[in-house]
Each structure stands twice: as C-alpha cells, then as structure tokens.
C-alpha cells in the first residue's frame, strides 16, 4: 500500500542546531507539504512543493528551508533551530487527479531546548 | 484570501448525544473545494469528506452528516449518537481549484464524548 513516512517520529535539540526532517511519499504525488501544528493554531503551511526542483513558501517560512530532488522526497530544514520552533511538523502529499485530497504523515514531535 | 473559522475551540458531550462542528469560510474564489479531516489522540490526521462548490447536497455517511451553504459560507459537520471513540480533533480546511491542494485549515474543534 501507498503511504508517506516521515522520520524520526521525535526529535530533542538544542538552539542554534541544524535539524532535517524528513518526509517520504510512495503514492508518486506531485504536490508535498509541510505543515507545523501547535495548540490554538491549527495547522500552518510551512512551506510546498509542486513537483521536482519546484518548491513555495507558505505562510511561516521564516527559518524553515525545503529542496525537492526526486517525486518522493521532501526534507525540511531548520537552518538555526530556535525554541519557538518546538512544534509537532506533519508532511502531506496529495494528487491533482483526487481534487486536493491530502494525506498526512504521522508527524515529527520536535523539541527544541 | 482564504479563511477558515471553527469558533467552537472545544465540545464535551455526553455518549449518545447529537453534536454539530461548525465551520465558515471565507473565499474569493467560485471553485473551491472543502474539507474535514480528523485528528484522534493517536495524532494522525485523517482524512473524512471533501465537498466542491458546486454541490451542495448534504451527505450522510452512517452517523456522519455533513451541511454545506453557500448562502452563509458554512460546511457544518454533525455526528449523530456519538460514541467515545469520536473524541477527536476535527478539523475544517479549503483550497482553491487552481492551487492544487494547497489548503488552508481552521484552527480545529477538540470534541469529548465522555461515556
């Protein structure tokens, strides 16, 4: 069956260290997304991708990197981590053909201290 | 821009009992797409309906119901007889047609069901 992973499931920190999360879709998806969520915020948009070589920001980039190199691949960076970037991280995928239906990772539980 | 408002923060109800999340949107765009996703405390995000702005039947889905209006921008979600196991967060969210899911998600509704 087609899933998308992501690892590790939790990550401790320390400031100003550089941390990748990864995120990895087998459904051959077109469309990636990264996701923070923390309580009272809902989900907000990170930053997205629309195929290979093409990647967006979204509405709180700041500090957050992205590449895309391959169709199942998604990383996302924290360049210098900061504590206000604790957070739980989820990675979505969806495809044009099912009308913007995302599937989510199980998430990234990441503590920066 | 888009917008999503699930004003309801957090629901209790008791086993049983009829519930209803409510949602509104905000959009400029005449094609659109809607959705609820829930999130149960093992954490994962699933996900439940999707509407298109142009049909606005109701759906009914075993004790799952769902009201979409234009005329009031609301895509309201009502379980019928909860049951424990409806605890969940629910979540709301929209995308425009041309952005190819890129979705903007309310702020999520925490629903108790307690036995």
């Known amino acids: 069956d087609a899933e998308i992973t992501q690892s590790p499931r939790h990550k401790i920190t320390e400031t100003g260290r550089q941390v990748t999360l990864a995120c990895h879709q087998t459904?051959?998806?077109?469309?990636m997304f990264w996701y923070r969520q923390d309580l009272g915020h809902g989900l907000r948009l990170i930053h997205y991708?629309?195929?290979?070589?093409?990647?967006n920001k979204g509405e709180v980039s700041d500090g957050y990197s992205v590449s895309r190199s391959n169709t199942e691949d998604l990383p996302l960076t924290l360049e210098s981590a900061a504590s206000s970037q604790t957070s739980v991280y989820f990675c979505?995928?969806?495809?044009?053909?099912?009308?913007?239906?995302?599937?989510f990772g199980a998430g990234t539980r990441l503590s920066v201290l | 821009a888009q917008k999503v408002t699930q004003a309801q923060t957090e629901i209790s109800v008791v086993e049983k009992e009829d519930v209803t999340l409510d949602c509104v949107y905000e959009?400029?765009?005449?094609?659109?797409?809607l959705f609820w996703y829930k999130q149960p405390p093992s954490g994962e995000l699933v996900f439940l309906i999707r509407?298109?702005?142009?049909?606005?039947q109701n759906e009914i889905s075993g004790r799952y119901s769902w009201n979409f209006q234009k005329s009031t921008s609301s895509f309201n979600f009502t379980i019928t007889a909860s049951q424990v196991v409806d605890s969940a967060v629910y979540f709301c969210?929209?995308?425009?047609?041309?952005?190819?899911?890129?979705?903007?998600f309310g702020d999520g509704t925490t629903l108790t069901v307690k036995p």
């Open positions: 991708s629309y195929g290979v070589q093409d990647t």
């Open positions: 979505a995928s969806s495809d044009d053909s099912l009308k913007n239906i995302q599937y």
């Open positions: 959009t400029r765009d005449t094609t659109y797409y």
């Open positions: 969210a929209l995308s425009e047609n041309t952005n190819a899911g890129k979705s903007t």
């Open positions: 509407r298109n702005s142009f049909d606005e």
């Open positions: 459904w051959n998806h077109n469309n």
